[in-house]
T-cell receptor, first 114, second 114 residues
Framework: DTAVSQTPKYLVTQMGNDKSIKCEQN?????MYWYKQDSKKFLKIMFS???????INETVPNRFSPKSPDKAHLNLHINSLELGDSAVYFC?????????????FGQGTRLTVV | AQSVTQLGSHVSVSEGALVLLRCNYS??????LFWYVQYPNQGLQLLLK??????LVKGINGFEAEFKKSETSFHLTKPSAHMSDAAEYFC????????????FGKGITLSVRP
């Protein structure tokens, strides 16, 4: 029973298209994140949601829009895809406000823009 | 602001040799530190974490790390490397507060030679 699941695992699309990545967690956590891992494996936080409320937006282009219909889901919609958006996107969840606990990560979505 | 530094991008050891992956942190408050491992084409998995208490922390797969406040370090070690340890390793620090997040170092690739 997967704790944090993302779909799709792989996504290949053309420049200019709009795409979405879905994430669901069954851990009962209040906080969910999106991280971007670039080609050099560097992990950078993009967004954080607490119980459907946007908390962190790390200067991500407006083409990226997260949506949280409920605290168990955090989707990422990307408009007008660019070559530079190619990366692996990870969803994660964590108990809110408890700095000592770890985040649980999904398997990642490898986005390739051609 | 809190941050972590992982010097070097690649470590190569022989099977059976000691593994040492370095992590230094910067924090104005007591840090909460984590090591994650990422196997190829997979998500991140927690290896171990330091919150409070004992400074030598044991994790999964025979890994351990020691928190040294005087050196602002949290180096990861394993006495004897296995081929299956080949992966990407990330050190992370947790910010505190209601909107805490994990901030990652740039990661180190561990290769294990037969």
């Amino acid at each position: 029973d997967t704790a944090v699941s993302q779909t799709p695992k792989y996504l290949v699309t053309q420049m200019g298209n709009d795409k979405s990545i879905k994430c669901e967690q069954n851990l009962g956590h209040d906080t969910m994140y999106w991280y971007k891992q670039d080609s050099k494996k560097f992990l950078k936080i993009m967004f954080s949601y607490n119980n459907k409320e946007l908390i962190i937006n790390e200067t991500v282009p407006n083409r990226f829009s997260p949506k949280s219909p409920d605290k168990a889901h955090l989707n990422l919609h990307i408009n007008s895809l660019e070559l530079g958006d190619s990366a692996v996107y990870f969803c994660a969840s964590r108990e809110r406000g408890i700095a000592t606990v770890e985040a649980f990560f999904g398997q990642g979505t490898r986005l390739t823009v051609v | 602001a809190q941050s972590v530094t992982q010097l070097g991008s690649h470590v190569s050891v022989s099977e059976g040799a000691l593994v040492l992956l370095r992590c230094n942190y910067s924090s104005s408050v007591p840090p909460y530190l984590f090591w994650y491992v990422q196997y190829p084409n997979q998500g991140l998995q927690l290896l171990l974490k330091y919150t409070t208490g004992a400074t030598l922390v044991k994790g999964i797969n025979g890994f351990e790390a020691e928190f040294k406040k005087s050196e602002t370090s949290f180096h990861l070690t394993k006495p004897s490397a296995h081929m299956s340890d080949a992966a990407e390793y990330f050190c992370a620090v947790s910010t505190t507060g209601a909107n805490s997040k994990l901030t990652f170092g740039k990661g180190i690739t561990l290769s294990v030679r037969p």
